[in-house]
């Protein structure tokens, strides 16, 4: 057998002829074990004038991210052209439709005949790689992405060339373009999914029928084959969608299992999962939440299991059933009492007495997430409408009676810390008004405490506007009216005038203090100032009243000390 050898690409550099590059993509399947891999092929080749004479192939297994490659000039034998591995050892043959937009190869073995374990594959001709990344970045600037979008950019992303293809000096800029446009792609995707799921009307049968088909698609076992659900955070965004949109169908009737034949196709499937099972693999396997499920059907797609010869599945199953069995009763169980709960009057009373709606119950292990599903979507207004009322009845006591301040105390003890993060805020409002109604009970009662220590001492309101001297405690002197009510406002204080009509000479003020060692009391005397008879100057104090066991010690400071700190007046009798 005499093989040739095709060394265009010298030749086409010494004419200065122009070489043309062609893209086929397709794929072949590989036996490993006792299993079909299926890989992706990615190829460059390049054309002389008399046809094909470099080829860089490269290939993946799907789910993959690696590529593994090999390029080199084309060997030909009989119109069949040849990739060696080594010199001297063929690794790939092809043939070329005549019009170029196909290809068909066969692997080679190392003795030089058809490789056993792969099988004969065909490629077609495709856009070169830079225009086919562009599409998929484009895709990933939709608004609002639609399952059709999702479902396209998934598929184009598993077959994306690598980006070895591309110039050396292009790959970082689509590699950063890449990394960060699906992300952001796929979080609006999922927003404008669950706006689309609650805006479908369940009375509309096309609305049906659209969000029947978008559940399934969204968790279906082909995306989930070649990649689509990222990593694990991202598969449970994409399973609450799936969860929220049969959520809804629930109540139709409209969701049921899928039908789950044992058949190449079912069993393919379920191969396609792997030799391991997570509980929400089986789920997105049967296209139904295990809330939905019942004996029946857990018992058929066991069967269909062990006709498919899936041993993992039949054990994750067997195992794992009696969590499902839970997941349905505590569904059911929620919504009771989300029933339950709704025909009672939105009040404080409703929240408080059946645990704030945290709808706890010992028997059972329910998830937060679980809890959102059926009962916290379904008791969001109910609780928004009870904090409400909650709200104004305790505004309303708080700035009522002293009974209604009472009744408002009595709710805001016993407001509890939120759970839920949605009505956090309506809680904190609550505990808002609790604290400004507190706060206004305590400025009306200091207000109430100063006018009856100032109305105590005999200040008449024509002399609201006199003010103590005192140096030592303040540069200026001090209002009359707020050294009273400030005093007042330690409590065991009073005061009173004596003499001196109007303010005149021979006025005196005595400061009584009460405490738990005994009382104190001052007599001050006071004189008006000359330029100024609205100022009182302490000119001299003397103790009408010493506990037992103390004496007065005027400070170096002054007598007016005693006024404003009494403590500093006592010291201990010898």
């Given amino acids: 057998m005499r093989i040739l050898s095709v060394f265009l690409v010298a030749i086409l550099m010494g004419t200065g002829l122009r070489a043309e590059e062609a893209y086929y993509t397709g794929s072949h399947l590989c036996e490993r074990g ?42 030909v034998e009989n119109g069949t052209f040849i990739l060696e591995r080594k010199k001297g050892r063929p690794w790939v043959a092809f043939d070329l439709a005549q019009d170029r937009e196909t290809l068909d190869g066969f692997w080679i073995d190392a003795l030089g005949r058809p490789h056993k374990q792969c099988r004969p594959f065909t490629l077609h001709r495709t856009t070169p790689p830079v225009e ?25 992303r598993d077959a994306m060339p690598p980006l070895d293809l591309l ?8 590699q950063d373009r890449l990394s960060e446009d699906r992300p952001a792609f796929e979080a609006r995707f999922r927003e404008a999914q669950a706006a689309r799921i609650e805006a479908y009307d369940m009375a509309d049968e096309a609305d049906r029928e659209a969000l029947t088909a978008q559940t399934r698609t969204v968790v279906s076992p082909s995306l989930r084959e070649i990649g689509a ?29 899928l039908p789950l034949d044992p058949g190449e196709e079912t069993c393919a499937a379920i191969r396609s999962f792997g030799p391991s099972w997570t509980m929400e693999e089986i789920e997105m396997l049967v296209g139904l939440p295990f809330e939905y499920w019942d004996r029946p059907l857990a018992e058929r797609v066991l069967s269909t299991a062990e006709t498919c010869k899936a041993r993992s599945l039949v ?19 929620l919504r009771d009492e989300v029933a339950r709960i709704t025909v009672l009057p939105a009040t404080f009373e409703t929240l408080r007495d059946n645990d704030w709606l945290s709808l706890e119950n010992d028997g059972m292990t329910i998830s937060s997430y679980q809890y959102e599903r059926f009962a916290g979507l379904a008791l969001e207004d109910f609780r928004r409408d009870a904090l409400a009322d909650t709200l104004e009845r305790v505004r309303a006591g708080y700035s009522g009676s002293s009974a209604g301040a009472s ?25 808002e008004a609790c604290r400004d109604g507190r706060r206004a009970m305590a400025e009306a009662e200091e ?12 200040l008449d309101e024509a002399t609201d506007a006199t003010h103590l001297y005192a140096p030592a405690v303040d540069s200026d002197p001090v209002a009359l009216r707020e050294w009273l009510c400030e005093m007042a406002g330690d409590g065991g204080f009073s005061a009173s005038f004596d003499g001196g009509g109007g303010f005149g000479p021979g006025l005196s003020l005595t400061a009584r203090f009460e405490s738990r060692r005994g009382t104190v009391a001052f007599r001050a005397s006071l004189e008006a100032r000359e330029d100024d008879d609205t100022v009182l100057e302490v000119t001299e104090i003397e103790a009408v009243e010493m506990m037992e066991g103390a004496k007065l010690d005027v400070p170096e400071e002054g007598a007016h000390v005693c006024l404003f700190v009494p403590r500093a007046c006592v010291t201990r009798a010898e």
């Fill in 34 to 75: 006792s299993q079909e891999t299926l890989r992706w092929d990615e190829w460059r080749i390049t054309f002389g004038d008399s046809g094909p004479e470099t080829a860089h192939v490269l290939y993946r297994e799907q789910g993959q991210d690696r590529y593994s490659d090999r390029s080199g000039p084309l060997l």
């Fill in 132 to 156: 086919r990344i562009d599409a998929l970045l484009d895709l990933y600037e939709t608004s609002e992405p639609t399952v059709d979008d999702f479902v396209s950019a998934a598929r184009q």
């Fill in 167 to 174: 110039p050396a000096l292009d790959r970082q800029a689509y």
């Fill in 229 to 257: 659900f990222g990593d694990r955070a991202a598969s449970a965004d994409y399973l609450r969608l799936f969860y929220r949109g049969a959520d809804r169908l629930a109540g139709t009737g409209e969701l049921g299992a």
């Fill in 315 to 333: 054990g994750a199953l067997t195992r794992q059933y009696p969590e499902i069995e839970g997941r349905a009763a505590t569904a059911d169980w």
């Fill in 407 to 431: 009744a408002a105390e009595e709710i805001c003890r016993q407001v509890p810390t939120s759970r839920d993060a949605r009505t956090r805020g309506l809680y904190d409002a609550l505990r």
């Fill in 447 to 458: 207000r109430l405490q100063c006018d009856r220590a100032v109305l105590d001492s005999g």
